[in-house]
């Protein structure tokens, strides 16, 4: 479906977009984890989602080579799942630097992406990887770069994606916000 409202956020703004705290919530109950291993996209360390034992910074640059996107050693011991809601305008390089670290480093990766199956972007990019796409029943609302709350929602639909190291397809899961909550 076609988006028929115009974004009203200028275009530098657009990769600051703020996680907000309740899909962090039902992303681990989904998952039944209670923390993250690393948040991969991160402005500076202050932006980090709440339970998330470490971050990449964008000065340390997450589409690199030379950055791992899990820790060698885990704080709890059995944190094996990275979360990344990338810049807007580089999902799809985020999206397949997740599968490969996914496959070379054997964990998994929650992704935060519009979700939009339709589009040959989608079909390019999620087509054929092993993922759990979690549908929620409604749009969550990004917080503005600030943490403060926009006066309009965004404008397209979102989706969890758990990229796995192990062969599943793509598998569709539709769930209810604000689990358990």
Same mark, same amino acid.
């Given at each position: 479906?076609?988006?028929?409202?115009?974004? #009203?956020?200028?275009?530098? *703004?657009?990769?600051?977009?703020?996680?907000? +705290? %309740?899909?962090?919530? !039902? @992303?681990?109950?989904?998952? *039944?984890?209670? @923390?993250? !291993?690393? !948040?991969? $996209? $991160?402005?500076?360390? *202050?932006?980090?989602?709440?339970? @998330?034992?470490? $971050?990449?910074?964008?000065? #340390?640059? @997450?589409?690199? !080579?030379?950055? #791992?996107?899990? &820790? #060698?050693?885990?704080?709890?011991?059995?944190?094996?799942? &990275?979360?990344? %809601?990338?810049? +807007?305008?580089?999902?799809?390089?985020?999206?397949?630097?997740?599968?490969?670290?996914?496959?070379?480093?054997?964990?998994?990766?929650?992704?935060?992406?519009?979700?939009?199956?339709?589009?040959?972007?989608?079909?390019?990019?999620?087509? =054929?990887?092993? $993922?759990?796409?979690?549908?929620?029943?409604?749009?969550?609302?990004?917080?503005?770069?600030?943490?403060?709350?926009?006066?309009?929602?965004? %404008? +397209?639909?979102?989706?969890?994606?758990?990229?796995?190291?192990?062969?599943?397809?793509?598998?569709?899961? %539709?769930?209810?916000? =604000?689990?358990?909550?």
């Amino acid at each position: 479906m076609a988006i028929l409202n115009k974004s #009203q956020t200028d275009k530098q *703004s657009k990769d600051y977009w703020r996680t907000p +705290f %309740n899909l962090v919530d !039902d @992303a681990l109950k989904l998952l *039944s984890i209670d @923390a993250f !291993d690393i !948040d991969v $996209c $991160c402005k500076d360390e *202050s932006v980090k989602i709440p339970y @998330a034992y470490w $971050c990449i910074q964008e000065s #340390q640059d @997450a589409l690199s !080579d030379d950055v #791992q996107w899990f &820790s #060698q050693l885990n704080m709890s011991g059995h944190c094996t799942t &990275s979360f990344c %809601n990338p810049p +807007f305008s580089q999902k799809w390089k985020f999206f397949n630097k997740a599968a490969e670290q996914s496959k070379k480093w054997g964990k998994s990766v929650l992704m935060v992406l519009p979700y939009t199956p339709a589009t040959k972007q989608w079909h390019e990019n999620v087509h =054929g990887q092993d $993922c759990i796409i979690y549908v929620p029943d409604g749009r969550y609302q990004y917080l503005l770069p600030d943490g403060t709350k926009p006066v309009n929602s965004c %404008n +397209f639909e979102t989706c969890l994606i758990l990229i796995v190291p192990f062969k599943c397809g793509n598998v569709i899961v %539709n769930y209810k916000r =604000g689990l358990n909550g």
